[in-house]
């Protein structure tokens, strides 16, 4: 399988085509192909104010299902994500601003400096401009996305999620090619907002605050606050600061009431297969948006789960609704 068929057959939305391949004997190799085309036709999306879920959160979040058993790929959850992406109209554009700078000449010299000013000043225009020239300088690496997801980071509860899967989505293949849809898509995310000034580093960790955390129930975001805490970024440094003044505020410095969400029942965690679950929330008779959103809480929680000891599954077992297979 050629990976440009299956995504353009993507980004056309052929559904006969593109679902006739994933309903095939898929081998490991055409796999990881058709993962690595749904996570680029993910980030090529425009964006819809009616959908909550990203499609790149719930493209990652699938990838990670599958990836639990990759001998076995779970059709039902492939075919869910094509059904969501559709919903989505794709970006045609992307290259178009390239294009100009290139044909208008010699790139005029920007600093990430020059972007950080324009982003936080909200002149969107004037920063796209500068972020494109940034781009083309530094030979269409990924320097320019790191520092967007930096400043995504400023607006923890609003982009948090979206920062994590959609890092997540470019490390699973980082084709160079593909650099700057992924740019495009992260500054897209913060355009329009309203950004929060950088905050200082405090002394706050995961790990100190995570007893708070299963008491109050605030998983989704805290679950991408840990993975990425623990991951291997160059700009790392830079996002802890971000993540560090988060949970200083929201669980060291005052007390809340949080709404519960809903708990898979899991009664060993060393037994846990969160893919028929998943499976049993695509084929529920609820709104496509809505099983999104259910897939984006269990996908936390298996993110989780790892750190959870047997009285804590036990306490989660109490307070939250489960999904029985």
């Known amino acids: 399988m050629a990976e440009s068929t299956f995504r353009s057959n993507l980004l056309i939305k052929n559904r006969n085509f593109c679902e006739g391949l994933i309903s095939s004997n898929l081998k490991k190799e055409d796999l990881?192909?058709?993962?690595?085309?749904?996570?680029?036709?993910?980030?090529?999306?425009?964006h819809n104010k009616e959908f909550?879920?990203?499609?790149?959160c719930l493209m990652n979040s699938i990838k990670n299902f599958i990836g639990d058993d990759k001998d076995n790929p779970?059709?039902?959850?492939?075919?869910?994500?094509?059904?969501y992406l559709f919903e989505f109209e794709f970006r045609k554009n992307d290259q178009a601003t390239l294009d100009q700078i290139v044909k208008d000449g010699p790139p005029v010299t920007a600093f990430?400096?020059?972007?950080?000013?324009a982003c936080q000043?909200?002149?969107?225009?004037?920063?796209?401009?500068?972020?494109?020239?940034?781009?083309?300088?530094?030979?269409?690496?990924?320097?320019t996305f790191d520092f967007l997801v930096e400043l995504a980071l400023q607006d923890l509860p609003q982009n948090g999620l979206f920062v994590y899967h959609i890092l997540r989505a470019y490390q699973f293949q980082e084709n160079k090619s593909d650099n700057w849809v992924?740019?495009?898509?992260?500054?897209?995310?913060i355009s329009n907002q309203k950004l929060s000034d950088p905050h200082k580093a405090t002394d706050a960790t995961p790990e100190q605050v995570f007893p708070s955390v299963i008491?109050?129930?605030?998983?989704?975001?805290?679950?991408?606050?840990?993975?990425?805490?623990?991951?291997?970024y160059v700009r790392l440094k830079g996002y802890k600061r971000e993540l560090s003044y988060w949970l200083s505020d929201r669980f060291l410095n005052k007390s809340s009431n949080?709404?519960?969400?809903?708990?898979?029942?899991?009664?060993?965690?060393?037994?846990?297969?969160?893919?028929?679950?998943?499976?049993?929330?695509?084929?529920q008779n609820k709104s496509i948006n809505k099983k999104a959103i259910e897939i984006i809480k269990l996908e936390s929680i298996r993110g989780l789960s790892r750190l959870l000891n047997e009285n804590q599954i036990e306490y989660f077992n109490k307070r939250f609704d489960n999904f029985s297979i």
């Open 32 to 46: 990881v192909l058709i993962i690595n085309d749904l996570l680029f036709a993910s980030v090529s999306v425009l």
């Open 52 to 56: 909550i879920i990203h499609p790149v």
């Open 74 to 83: 779970s059709k039902p959850l492939l075919r869910f994500i094509i059904d």
């Open 112 to 117: 990430m400096g020059d972007l950080e000013d």
């Open 121 to 143: 000043n909200a002149d969107w225009e004037k920063a796209e401009l500068i972020m494109a020239q940034i781009f083309i300088a530094s030979d269409h690496s990924r320097a």
């Open 182 to 189: 992924f740019t495009k898509t992260i500054f897209d995310q």
């Open 215 to 232: 008491e109050s129930g605030e998983i989704i975001l805290f679950s991408v606050i840990e993975r990425i805490w623990n991951g291997d």
């Open 258 to 283: 949080f709404d519960l969400i809903e708990y898979s029942k899991i009664e060993n965690k060393k037994f846990i297969c969160f893919i028929p679950i998943a499976e049993k929330i695509v084929k």
